[in-house]
């Protein structure tokens, strides 16, 4: 039983392919339910953990830790979904996840810059400069947040365990290669713990 935690670069169909990785494997899909759920817990409102994960650390987080407090927040929260299995999770706490859980695939969905200009245009009707303005910003707040955690891009292959470039790819394809790596590490899991003595 796996989870599949994907982090997805904007105008990639993140949503879409979470969505039918689930579908196809019979798995719960959350995502910003997380977020709502930690404000909840916490009594925290959720700008202020959205801007935990989406924005620059404020000047004045080395006295307030309001930075970290959220982070944490939002760590508790996910935590609580990860004790279950069949379970996939899209959205930028994927990067909260301890690395150390063998039965967690990270996935990261990216596309060269014209495909995804190309979908922002299409699904929002964006003019081409204000698709590509979105677009900046959205690889800001990635970078922010990955550089944040590990002083890695949002990019880096060392995040995930499979990066999936989805200007080459149908979504059917990559939701098919997301759900045969899933089922890879299911095998894998289900082998180690019956070696495991008792």
Partial sequence: MSVIAIFSA??????????????????????????????RRFGL????????????????????????????YLRAALAEHFLQDNLVYHGFAVHLLPKNIPHVLKVCLVADRQARIRVATEA???????????IEEDD??????????????????????IKIPIHTLSIDEAVTMICDNAKKIDRHTKHQSEQTPD
């Fill in 124 to 134: 929002e009707g964006l003019s081409e400069s204000k698709a590509t303005t979105r």
């Fill in 45 to 72: 409102p959720s700008e202020k953990l959205l801007r935990a994960m989406h924005g620059a650390t404020s000047f004045l987080n080395s006295v307030t830790r309001e930075r970290e407090r959220s982070v944490a």
């Fill in 140 to 161: 800001q707040q990635r970078s922010r947040w990955t550089q944040y955690l590990f002083d890695l891009g949002p990019w880096d292959k060392r995040l995930y365990d």
């Fill in 10 to 39: 904007s105008f990639c169909h993140g949503d879409e392919i979470a969505e039918k990785v689930a579908q196809r494997l019979g798995y719960t899909c959350i995502g910003s339910e997380i977020v709502e759920e930690a404000s």
